[in-house]
């Protein structure tokens, strides 16, 4: 199982990006699927995860702001991220807790 990772970039505090992360292969049903992030000099948080029912939770500070779904069709996760604020930038990681597979990460940047 693969995992590509895409959709970051360059915007500014309070707009919104969409990440994308497709799998290789139809795991969305068979495994939690998490997104972390790691920002320059920080551990590596977790940042949502969702159950193979399709459930999802957020870390506290990404509540309300942040929302993960799936597309079974297209073997493909999302993180749409609103709200933007200078702390959530960092590099963003998809991740099969099944089959132990991270994606290469993109890179969001929130910056005026």
């Known amino acids: 199982v693969q995992l590509q990772a895409s959709g970051g970039g360059l915007v500014q505090p309070g707009g919104s990006l969409r990440l994308s992360c497709a799998a290789s292969g139809s795991i969305l049903g068979a495994s939690v699927m998490t997104w972390y992030r790691q920002a320059p000099g920080k551990e590596l948080e977790l940042v949502a995860i969702m159950t193979t029912d399709g459930s999802a939770n957020y870390r506290d500070s990404v509540k309300g702001r942040f929302t993960m779904s799936r597309d079974n069709a297209k073997n493909t996760i999302f993180l749409q991220m609103s709200s933007l604020k200078p702390e959530d930038s960092a590099v963003y990681y998809c991740?099969?807790?099944?089959?132990?597979?991270w994606g290469q990460g993109t890179l969001v940047t929130v910056s005026s």
């Open positions: 991740n099969s807790v099944r089959y132990n597979t």
